[in-house]
Structures are given as structure tokens and as C-alpha cells.
């Protein structure tokens, strides 16, 4: 039997039915499993390899990705290098540009260095990421939207110029979160998570996960997370599922929120530019409106005035709390080009167009109301 998401999210984390097994799943802490015989065991022999709350975690990432294999790591980044590591030196990795900053430094930093060519590129120009692949390109890495432009890339036509070429489409949905996007139902082969922004919910876990369809892809993801042992903890694992439960709900209170206030945004004479792809205007919209089904709780606004102007609104704002990350109940501000994106050179910053007025917004779950007051006192000239 096929659930519908939302009934998925609500029994996340559920350990294999039995008649004693209660409805909320305890933490299994243990790091070893009792064997049979030597070398005879039913399930888990070490909790590294595997133990009953990663397993019901992963069993219901897949589920809501609409994929077959699941693996849950103990960072977002984990997760990524742990794709990263399907390549190998020689191998060519094509990338977006406007990226998160630590998926630039990771791939800068850890993964050019042993030996694998990157080229970036702006992946809403479908025939520059077309010339951007060679005979030995073999992943496509794709973000949207993205962070903090929120662009939208087309994950249908990506995947299928990976495939031309024999290549991997891997595309980072920690922004849209399974509730507003499914890649792998557009083609993507694997699909990235940091579970500490909207999968948990609560900023109280650092997790990532990487969902895929295919079973040897999935079988090396699968020998890397526990042969690399970036896992995490039971308890972080029965976190998520917990946060998971009510993700559906979630999702649609930061979608009607984050439009609202970016409708207002527009309106302000001190912002120039606002950044949400439910906006009619957005260059992506009506590609946003057919590949998601709403438009996330994550914006970015410039407010005139720079780097200063922007500095002084992230510090007069009450409500908004001044922190990195994103996804949480609670909504945070920051600024990118001395924050999330302080990892970029100032001129490739630039050229991506992260804006030193940047601001960028994860929208909460309070009420709207309050949260565009207190924008209003920040923005209000004193
Ligand atoms: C936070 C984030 C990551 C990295 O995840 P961590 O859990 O912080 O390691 C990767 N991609 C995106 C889009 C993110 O927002």
C-alpha cells in the first residue's frame, strides 16, 4: 500500500511492527547487537552499520523522496562528500554557481584538490551547462532553489543532459524539502538533504541524508556511509523522525508566510530587489509553479544602502534572530556576503550576484503579522 505524503511524514521514524512494539519508538542506544552464533545475527551487529532508528528514518526519507535506497549521515555536508566520493581523480563534476557556500568550499577545498576537474556554471543556460560537459563528466550538481538567490533550475532537462553523457544528476532539496519537490520523479538520480534545516524543523540536530533509485549507486553510498562511518547517532536519528511528523504542516504555514511578507517586501521603497520565486515576476516563476508544488519559506531581499544598510536592519530586528542556518520553527535573518557566503571571494561573490545589501530570510512559524512589524521598525528610517 502506497501512503500519501502526509500520511508518510506522520508515522516517521515507525520501528518494524509487532505485537510490543509501542506506537512511539524508543532510542535504541546501543552501539553492538547480541549475535545468534558467530557471525549469525538477525538484524544489526553494530550500530555503526546500522540500528533500528537510522533504519526507520531512512526507510521514510525514501519513502518521501518517492525513491527506492536511502542513507542518513551525520551532516549535510557528510552527505555530500559521501556523493562526492562516487568520483574518482579524472573524472569531470559540473556544478551551479550560485551554490551554498559550504558546498563551494566543500568541492573547492576537498574534492578538486585529490584530482577531479569542476567547472561552474549558471544552470538556467541549459546549452552552457550543455558545453560545460566533456567525455569524462560524471555528475551534474544541481541546487534549487538556490541559495540565497532562490533561482529555480530545471531539474528535468539537467537530468537530462547528465544522461547524454552517462553522468549523475544529483540535486540538493534541502531548500524545497520532499513536501514541495521531488527530484528523483523529474529524473535527478540522487537527491541531497541537510537534515538540520526543514527535515528536522527544530535547529537542534546537524544531519544530512542522500536518497537515490538505483541499487548500485545505492550500494556504494551505502559501503562509504559505513565503511567513512559519518553516521548519525540514534538519537539524532529518532530527532528528525519526530521533526518529520509534522513537516507537511509546516511546509504550507513557511509557504503562505514567506509569500506574504515577500509581496510586502516588494512594496517598501527602501528594498530594491526581492528574491522569491512565488512572485509573479520572478524570471523562474511559471518553471517554479510546474516542477514544486509551493514556493518554500526561504527569500532574499537588497536593501538600499549596502553593506552598512543591511548590517544596521539584521541588528535592529527583535523578533528575527540575527543566526546562520535556515528551516527552523523560528525565524532567523542573515546576511550573506558576511555570513553563509563569507567562505566566497568577494569578486566571485559579486559575480553571483550576492549583493553586499543582501538579506536573507528564513520565515517562521510565528505569526506573519509580527514578523512584518518587526520588519517595518527595522526598515524605518530613525
Ligand atoms: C545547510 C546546507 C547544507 C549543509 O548541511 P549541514 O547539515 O550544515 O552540513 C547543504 N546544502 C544546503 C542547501 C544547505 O542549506
Redesign the pocket.
Known amino acids: 500500500m502506497r501512503y500519501r505524503i502526509d500520511t508518510v511524514a506522520a508515522h516517521a521514524g515507525r520501528v518494524q511492527p509487532g505485537t510490543s512494539t509501542p506506537v512511539t519508538p524508543p532510542i535504541s542506544l546501543s552501539s553492538t547487537f547480541l549475535q545468534e552464533a558467530p557471525g549469525r545475527y538477525d538484524t544489526h551487529a553494530y550500530a555503526r552499520v546500522g540500528n533500528p532508528n537510522r533504519d526507520a528514518l531512512e526507510s521514510t526519507l525514501a519513502l518521501l523522496e518517492g525513491g527506492e535506497h536511502a542513507a542518513a549521515f551525520s551532516?549535510?555536508?557528510?552527505?555530500?562528500h559521501a556523493a562526492l566520493q562516487l568520483l574518482a581523480p579524472g573524472d569531470h563534476l559540473v556544478a551551479c554557481g550560485d551554490i551554498?557556500g559550504?558546498?563551494y568550499r566543500l568541492i573547492e577545498q576537498l574534492v578538486a584538490p585529490i584530482g577531479i576537474r569542476v567547472t561552474w556554471v549558471d544552470m538556467s543556460d541549459e546549452p552552457a551547462v550543455v558545453a560545460a560537459t566533456t567525455d569524462a563528466t560524471r555528475m551534474l550538481w544541481v541546487?534549487t532553489p538556490t541559495?540565497p538567490l532562490l533561482r529555480i533550475f530545471d531539474i528535468a532537462s539537467l537530468s537530462g543532459v547528465a544522461h547524454e553523457r552517462n553522468a549523475l544528476c544529483v540535486v540538493?532539496n534541502?531548500?524545497a524539502t520532499p513536501v514541495l519537490q521531488r527530484p528523483l520523479e523529474h529524473g535527478a538520480d540522487i537527491v541531497?538533504h541537510?537534515?538540520?534545516?526543514y527535515l528536522n524543523g527544530h535547529s537542534d540536530v546537524?544531519?544530512?541524508a542522500l536518497v537515490c533509485n538505483d541499487e548500485v549507486v545505492a550500494d556504494r553510498l551505502r559501503f562509504i556511509q559505513r565503511a567513512g562511518g559519518a553516521v548519525p547517532s540514534p538519537f539524532d536519528c529518532y530527532m528528525i523522525a519526530r521533526g518529520i511528523k509534522t513537516l507537511p504542516l509546516r511546509m504550507a504555514r513557511h509557504c503562505s508566510s514567506a509569500g506574504a511578507l515577500a509581496a510586502w517586501l516588494r512594496k517598501q521603497p527602501a528594498v530594491e530587489e526581492v528574491h522569491y520565486p512565488g512572485l509573479p515576476d520572478h524570471p523562474q516563476h511559471a518553471l517554479a509553479a510546474s516542477q514544486m508544488t509551493g514556493f518554500g519559506g526561504m527569500l532574499s531581499f537588497v536593501v538600499a544602502g549596502g553593506l552598512e544598510a543591511a548590517s544596521t536592519l539584521v541588528r535592529r530586528v527583535r523578533l528575527w534572530s540575527l543566526a546562520e542556518?535556515?528551516?527552523g520553527v523560528e525565524s532567523l535573518v542573515g546576511q550573506p556576503a558576511l555570513m553563509s557566503h563569507a567562505s566566497m571571494p568577494p569578486e566571485v561573490r559579486e559575480a553571483r550576484g550576492v549583493r553586499d545589501g543582501l538579506i536573507r530570510l528564513s520565515v517562521g512559524l510565528e505569526d506573519v503579522d509580527d514578523l512584518q512589524d518587526d520588519l517595518l521598525q527595522a526598515l524605518s528610517p530613525r
Not at 551532516?75 to 555530500?80: E, F, N, T, V, W
Not at 541537510?194 to 534545516?197: G, Q, R
Request: aromatic share 8%; net charge negative.
Open positions: 551532516s549535510g555536508c557528510a552527505a555530500m551554498y559550504g558546498t541546487e541559495n540538493d534541502t531548500f541531497v541537510s537534515m538540520s534545516k546537524v544531519a544530512g542556518s535556515l528551516g
